[in-house]
Structure formats: C-alpha cells, structure tokens
T-cell receptor
C-alpha cells in the first residue's frame, strides 16, 4: 500500500499571501489529521477530519482551515500568512476513529514565509 | 489528559538493546500508550501501541507495568538508523483522539 502523500513538499510564500496544502491518505483510511511542527513549539495538532466532517480542532487561529473530500483526500489552507507560520506541516491518516487506531504520517510540507 | 515524562536524551551502543522509559502516572483505564519516532525533518513513524498487555512487532517491544503508570520501549538490536527522537504518547478520548507529542527522547546509537 502506498503511504500518506503530501504536496507540495516545499513551498516559499510571502507574508500576507495564502497557501493550500494537500494530503492523500492511505487507501481505505477515513480519518485525516493535520499537525504543525516548529522548533519552538514542537508538534501541535491543528484539526482532524473524518468522513468529510471536522471532528476536532486544535488551538490555532481561524486563518487555519481545512476540508476533506469524499475520497478522504484533505486540504488545509492558511490565509494571510505570517512569518510565524513557517513550519513543517504534517498530515496523518488513520483507518478509523478511536483510540486503538494508529495514525500514519506523511513526509510533510515545509512552508517558508518570507 | 495523561502527561508523559521521558528522559531528554539517551545513548545506546550499536547492536545492543535500547530501552526507552516513559512515565505516565496519571493514565486512565481506557487510555492507550503509543510510541512514535521521528528522524530529523521526516514525518513521525508509528512504532507500536498498547493498552494493558505487553506488545511486540517487527520493530520493537512495548512493556507496560501492571499498574500502567510506566512503560518501556525496547529496540532489541539497535542500529545507526534507529537514531531519532522517540515520543511516548498517551492517547485520550477526552482529547478528541488527537496525539499530544511532548519533547520525546533523543536516542543516539553509537557505532
């Protein structure tokens, strides 16, 4: 089975712009979660989608949003980019919800905001 | 949510077993213990998880104490490729199923 894929892998944007990141989960996985990783804050949860519905959201401003499509693919959008949004954005997929289901992570998208 | 405590760093000789401890003294009965690792700038890699019983797979073994207040991840024969940051995570339904990654243990395998 192919793993979680994320596109693009690297991105450079200017402050004030917006960006859309894409994630394709492992085939058959219905849950997709997004995380932000920075040197100062570590790995932080952004949100989780399951069957096209946002199930849970982390403590991030409304500039961060996401969606999930009927084929479980997911996108996240960051509007009005700030320098502090420079980070590694990770997507993880899981077969189903529930505490016993492990998440598998993609390689991440490295976003640099200048 | 149950908090985990891990040593910030450990060394292990190549070929020897690496034993990574984790303390989760406030864990609740329905919370799972997960282990992930992250090699620099890559996505975290799932290793193993368990609820009460010890678990083993092709990568590692997970030993959970009977009172569930601590656990140990065992890499039986460490290689240089096992050098990574290892995260012990207690996953709680109260946290909306999300994973809380702490600071982890930086394991260095020495040739």
């Amino acid at each position: 089975k192919a793993g979680v894929t994320q596109t693009p892998r690297y991105l450079i944007k200017t402050r004030g712009q917006q960006v859309t990141l894409s994630c394709s989960p492992i085939s058959g996985h219905r849950s997709v979660s997004w995380y932000q990783q920075t040197p100062g804050q570590g790995l932080q949860f952004l949100f989780e989608y399951f069957s096209e519905t946002q199930r849970n959201k982390g403590n991030f401003p409304g500039r961060f949003s996401g969606r999930q499509f009927s084929n479980s693919r997911s996108e996240m959008n960051v509007s009005t980019l700030e320098l502090g949004d420079s980070a590694l954005y990770l997507c993880a997929s899981s077969l189903d919800q529930g505490l016993s289901y492990e998440q598998y992570f993609g390689p991440g998208t490295r976003l640099t905001v200048t | 949510d149950a908090k985990t405590t891990q040593p910030p760093s450990m060394d292990c000789a190549e070929g020897r077993a690496a034993n990574l401890p984790c303390n989760h003294s406030t864990i609740s009965g329905n919370e799972y213990v997960y282990w992930y690792r992250q090699i620099h700038s890559q996505g975290p890699q799932y290793i193993i998880h368990g609820l009460k019983n010890n678990e083993t797979n092709e990568m590692a073994s997970l030993i959970i104490t009977e009172d569930r207040k601590s656990s140990t991840l065992i890499l039986p024969h460490a290689t240089l490729r096992d050098t990574a940051v290892y995260y012990c995570i207690v996953r709680s339904r109260g946290a909306g199923n999300q994973f809380y990654f702490g600071t982890g243990t930086s394991l260095t395998v020495i040739p």
